[in-house]
């Protein structure tokens, strides 16, 4: 059997995997110990990315014509690629984060949506949020006012309460202070009785003045 015939379900695995792909990351993994590896495996599994180990020579073949045919410059000396087939920053963002604690691990270039990236852009791809992040995020602007707003209803409707609580107390402390305005309005009625009281002493004046006259 050729070797080309040995070789085409290998470009054949690549090309499939490749295709539809959000996004392909290539990385020297050159240094990493064995424990670093399946670490940086775990953790790319965990986070929806496929990582395999390929000669350059198959990948160059199977990107040959595709979005990713840009990475066919950085395909020297030993690589991988991740690939991520629905969050597009996923493998840029899994591998930045596991370069800062192995440093060994190289970011050489990406495609991301269509469009290539040099080792210094993918980095910054890298610090782009996750979708579910990003959702996350805008949910919770979302949220925030109508929080807010619920906060200030609550607020207003205790208010409300102590109000109307407060009202009978009120009413209770200000009534003694209408008694005497209804003490003035009943003092007219007294005027009858001292008027009574004062007749007779009226009367003994006249009958006085009566006889002092028939004496003169």
């Given amino acids: 059997m050729a070797k080309v015939e040995l070789k085409q379900p290998i470009v054949q695995e ?11 990351v290539v990385v020297d993994y050159r240094g990493l110990t064995v424990a670093e590896d399946t670490e940086l495996r775990k953790d790319l599994r965990e986070a929806g990315v496929s990582y395999k180990v390929y000669k350059n020579t ?19 000396g030993p690589n991988a690629i991740a690939i991520s087939k629905d969050d597009a920053t996923a493998a840029a963002r899994v591998l930045a984060n596991f370069a800062k604690k192995a440093p ?13 990236y040099d ?3 993918i980095q910054a791809i890298a610090s782009v949020p996750s979708r579910d992040e990003l959702i996350s ?3 919770g602007s979302f949220q ?12 207003i409707a205790e208010k409300g309460g102590e109000a109307v609580a407060e009202e009978p107390a009120e009413a ?13 309005a009943e003092a007219p009625a007294e005027e009858p009785v001292q008027a009574a009281a004062e007749a007779p002493a009226e009367e ?7 006889l002092n006259q028939k004496i003169l």
Wanted: charged letters at 25%; a negative charge.
């Fill in 172 to 184: 209770a402390a200000e009534a003694p202070a209408e008694e005497p305005v209804q003490a003035a």
């Fill in 104 to 116: 060994k691990l190289e970011l050489k270039a990406g495609v991301v949506e269509g469009k290539f």
């Fill in 137 to 139: 995020r805008l949910l």
């Fill in 58 to 76: 198959m990948v160059r073949f199977a990107i040959k014509d595709t979005d990713f045919a840009g990475l066919a410059d950085v395909l020297e």
């Fill in 144 to 155: 925030a006012p109508v929080t807010n707003l619920a906060r200030v209803l609550n607020q």
């Fill in 204 to 210: 003994l004046c006249v009958d006085a003045c009566a």
């Fill in 14 to 24: 690549i090309a499939d995997s490749i295709q539809d792909a959000a996004s392909v």
């Fill in 119 to 121: 080792a210094e852009e």
